[in-house]
């Protein structure tokens, strides 16, 4: 039992937060949903969660010897020796064969083969060595959000405006580079070697442009989404704003920082993030 454990605990399930992204087309899009959209919606997200924990995997494989320095990679299952490389092996094969026989029941698109294909190689190459190239690192983190978003278009064949494809893009941006500038503030430059080309103050500044390009890209949007609401939509920008200095406030008391962590810790983030979502979704369809 304590092994099955630690094999769920390499797939690093509280990271398929981020896969919910699969479902923003559905949130802002403007026709009328079917039993379709969600049915392949969701199993695009298992999916994606599968390939996801495969990257985990060849990750925390290749990063061995620096997880055990780091003071909480270090209890990584395969850090700490709860799972063998050969168990991770085989947890690996099995992910990928299921995702492949998923994607063929419920007949993806090519395009959405595509970008889960192209999803895996990034991530490959990124753990094989891209990770160590400052900017590269954060631009192949900040597509990864951008994939889930086109993931879920293709599989709905739902648009997506330009403006809200800004917004996710200034966001995904802000994760990414978040991400090093926690790691680099609350555990220093020795956990992984690309933090040594990065400096606190450079990333605070990128992090706060991409902040500022989020509230003005959103803005934006609701002032387009529809003339004739236009009052509710722009209720939601300081619900927007009240949730992002949410977030950050957590994050910057968390002893790590790590996206996935604060959220799931944080239920009042959690809640505040579900109800500025639903009330998006009642608006949308007035």
């Known amino acids: 039992m304590q092994k099955i454990k ?15 992204l699969i479902f923003l087309p559905l949130i802002f899009g403007l026709r009328n ?13 298992f999916v994606f969660c599968l390939v996801a924990s495969s990257i985990y995997i060849i990750n925390d494989y290749k990063d061995i010897e620096k997880d055990r320095l780091h003071p909480v990679k270090k209890n990584r299952p395969l850090a700490s020796g709860a799972v063998t490389k050969k168990e991770a092996w085989i947890t690996l094969a099995v992910l990928l064969i299921l995702a492949t026989v998923i994607s063929l029941i419920f007949h993806f698109s090519w395009v959405s083969i595509a970008l ?8 490959l190459f990124y753990s094989l060595g891209l990770k160590n190239i400052p900017i590269i690192d954060v631009s192949i983190l900040a597509s990864g959000f951008l994939i889930r978003l086109f993931l879920g278009s293709s599989l709905t064949n739902i648009a997506i405006s330009a403006l809200l494809y800004l917004v996710v893009m200034s966001g995904a941006f802000y994760l990414g580079i978040s991400k090093r500038y926690n790691e680099i503030t609350k555990t220093g430059s020795q956990t992984r070697a690309v933090l040594k080309k990065y400096n606190a103050d450079y990333l605070k500044s990128i992090m706060n442009m991409f902040l500022m390009l989020i509230i003005v890209f959103y ?5 387009n989404a529809n003339t004739s609401h236009r009052d ?3 209720i939601s920008v300081p619900l927007l704003i009240i949730l992002m200095i949410s977030y950050i406030y957590t994050a910057e008391k968390d002893k790590y920082g790590d996206p996935a962590d604060v959220i799931m810790k ?14 998006l979704m009642v608006i949308i369809r007035l």
């Open 116 to 123: 889960i294909v192209a999803y895996f190689f990034l991530n």
């Open 232 to 234: 509710l939509y722009l």
């Open 219 to 223: 803005t934006e949007w609701c002032i």
């Open 6 to 20: 630690n094999i769920i605990k390499l797939l690093r399930p509280k990271h398929s937060i981020k896969n919910l």
């Open 266 to 279: 944080n239920k009042h983030l959690a809640l505040m993030g579900l109800i500025f979502v639903g009330y």
């Open 33 to 45: 949903l079917t039993f379709q959209d969600f049915r392949s919606c969701i199993a695009g997200f």
